[in-house]
């Protein structure tokens, strides 16, 4: 059975959504440095304040300084999904690629039902206006 992350800190990407009748809580974990295998790669942190910089394009080891690309990084990661299905209800867990697929002009998740094989659509948030930008790309 997946586990639920513990601490936002362990994740590149949490949330918690209801779809229709039913809902979803997907997640994906932080890897180690494919290079060194030492620390969890993260967005690299500013030398002088020491503040993560949310913005960069690039996650970084911070053991041995390998850096790979944002979009690599997290198209090689794994998301774990809790559901409930908005068809039929059953309750479920899957793993897919952590990979957002443009559907409809949207940056969605998608993923199918183990039972009846209906789409389930993550779609991307929005940011709301005037939210707190903490770097992740959507929290409960
Ligand atoms: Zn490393
Ligand atoms: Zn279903």
């Known amino acids: 059975?997946?586990?639920?992350?513990?601490s936002v800190d362990e994740?590149?990407?949490?949330?918690?959504?209801?779809?229709?009748?039913g809902k979803v809580v997907a997640w994906a974990y932080k890897q180690k440095c494919p290079k060194c295998?030492?620390?969890?790669?993260g967005k690299p942190k500013d030398s002088k304040t020491g503040k993560v910089q949310?913005?960069?394009?690039?996650?970084?080891?911070p053991s041995c300084g390998y850096s790979v690309e944002k979009k690599a990084y997290e198209e090689?990661?794994?998301?774990?999904?809790?559901?409930?299905?908005?068809?039929?209800k059953f309750s479920g867990e899957a793993s897919i690629p952590y990979?957002?697929?443009?559907i409809e002009g949207v940056d969605t998740l998608r993923m199918q039902c183990q039972k009846c094989r209906a789409n389930i659509d993550?779609?991307?948030?929005?940011k709301e206006k005037g939210k707190k930008?903490?770097?992740?790309?959507?929290?409960?």
């Open 11 to 21: 994740v590149v990407y949490f949330t918690r959504r209801t779809i229709g009748e």
């Open 99 to 102: 990979k957002r697929k443009k």
């Open 133 to 140: 930008d903490d770097g992740k790309e959507d929290e409960a």
């Open 1 to 6: 059975m997946a586990k639920l992350p513990n």
């Open 54 to 61: 949310i913005r960069a394009k690039e996650y970084r080891c």
């Open 37 to 41: 295998g030492m620390a969890m790669m």
């Open 122 to 126: 993550i779609t991307k948030k929005m």
């Open 76 to 88: 090689s990661l794994t998301a774990d999904i809790q559901y409930t299905c908005p068809s039929c």
